[in-house]
């Protein structure tokens, strides 16, 4: 909103409220999309790692212009095209190790609210009706241009009221759209229509993180109409400062263009996990900071790939080494070297994320451990497990706030064991098909007894630890 730095403060101590604008789903997540929400994730992990509680919530816009464009195009009921997407886009941020939100409100089971947020607005003289829908008043709201500095003079010049469209100026926007025939609609006030697009972040966000919170963002592209126009309604309609910091990701880019659905340039998640491993996509995006532009090329991912690798191999030399260390009797030279790099490290790597969480900065303090660490093992013979422990502990912070490494700090007997009860519920599942009752029962008395309990549902067998 400043176009500066400014020193973040939450509005609570220990309490960080965040709100993404999420997907409209009607296709494939590309990697701009995969950008911009590996970006919020990082962002989010960084404030849980520095000990603040993150309460998170990301919409999706479920219903809209372009879901039932495409579902035209495709004879699909939108719905139904809204929900396959929808499914898919969790299972891309799954499978991107993206932290799911807390909540995921969606526009369609959010109607009455919405409702109800717009009728305080026309209330407060805000909203006005018209022959097609229900139009916010721009110049009522005052300090309308704030965050994109938009000027309200020339928007008025630069716009212009479609046929059709019963707006009194042109720079007003829609907060519910009369259903045209064929269109999915619900009733409210002003007749059978749907919501405009901006409404519903300003209704959902409000609904579960309060009239203000912390942090608000999204795209680039989002800050004008769609940032804007969030701001004008619900500061419109609560008298209150909305959102304290607003973040705005810069684009994954394609040969100069934005990568985006309508372009066409796009390469979406799904293509690119046959290629590359998750991390190797977060890796690539995270070696930019998430406010410049990210340019989208194989030579780029392939080189993240390799950095990654040699990072891999670090940590593998680690691991081996701490099979044959010695006791530390006493440290020499070359552990105190190593031990300075990793303490210096770490002190960069937060300076980097605590200046707006500078991700591309921060890579560099972990290639210095990375070639400490290995330039410490190929020159000492005997290397000390307490000085190896130290840089162990230094990627254990870089897995955990950029969601990488998985594979080396996930608990192994953990995930092991769980494998293992996992195989016995389906061998289980398959004794019974067979009427193989009672060896059945005996896996799951045994299980009982070493504190598994399992419980037959409609969706399956499901487990638990209980005490024994
Ligand atoms: N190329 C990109 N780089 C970074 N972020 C992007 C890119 N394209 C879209 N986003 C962001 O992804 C989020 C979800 O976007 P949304 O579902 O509205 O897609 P969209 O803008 O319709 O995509 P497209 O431009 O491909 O049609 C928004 O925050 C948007 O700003
Ligand atoms: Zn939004």
Sequence with gaps: MTKQKEEFKPLRDD???????????????????????????????????????????????DIDDKIIRRANETGEDPKELAEKFLKYFLEDMKALKVKPADIYPRVTEHIQDIIEFVRKLEEKGYAYGSSDGVYFEVRKYEK??????????????????????GKKNPEDFALWKKAKPGEPKWESPWGEGRPGWHIECST????????SFDIHGGGNDLIFPHHENEIAQTEACTGKEWVKYWFHTGFVMVSGEKMSKSLGNFVTIRELLQRYSPEVIRFFVLQKHYRSPLDYTEEGIQHAKNNLERLYNTIEN???????????????KEEFELYETIRDAKKKLYEAMDDDFNT???????????????????????????????????????SEVFGIFEEYFKEAKETKEEELIELLIEVRSALRKQKNFELADKIRAQL???????????????WKRINV
């Design 15 to 61: 309490e960080i409220r965040m709100y993404v604008c999420g997907p409209t789903v009607y296709d494939y997540t590309h990697l701009g999309h995969a950008r911009t929400y590996i970006a919020f994730d990082v962002i989010r992990r960084y404030l849980e790692h520095k000990g603040y509680t993150v309460l998170m919530v990301m919409n999706f816009t």
């Design 144 to 165: 309308y241009g704030k965050l994109s500095k938009v000027n309200l003079e020339d928007l008025r010049k630069g716009v212009r009221v479609e046929p059709g469209e």
């Design 204 to 211: 959902m966000s409000t609904k579960y993180l309060g009239e």
């Design 318 to 332: 680690i691991r081996i080494a701490m099979e044959k260390v010695e006791v530390p009797f006493k440290w020499e």
């Design 360 to 398: 591309a900065e921060a890579m560099k303090p972990i290639f210095e451990v990375a070639n400490a660490v290995n330039a410490y093992l190929t020159k000492v013979e005997k290397p000390k497990e307490s000085v190896l422990r130290k840089a162990l502990e230094f990627f254990r912070i870089i």
């Design 448 to 462: 009982r007894e070493l504190g598994i309990q399992l419980e037959d549902t409609p969706q399956g067998t499901i």
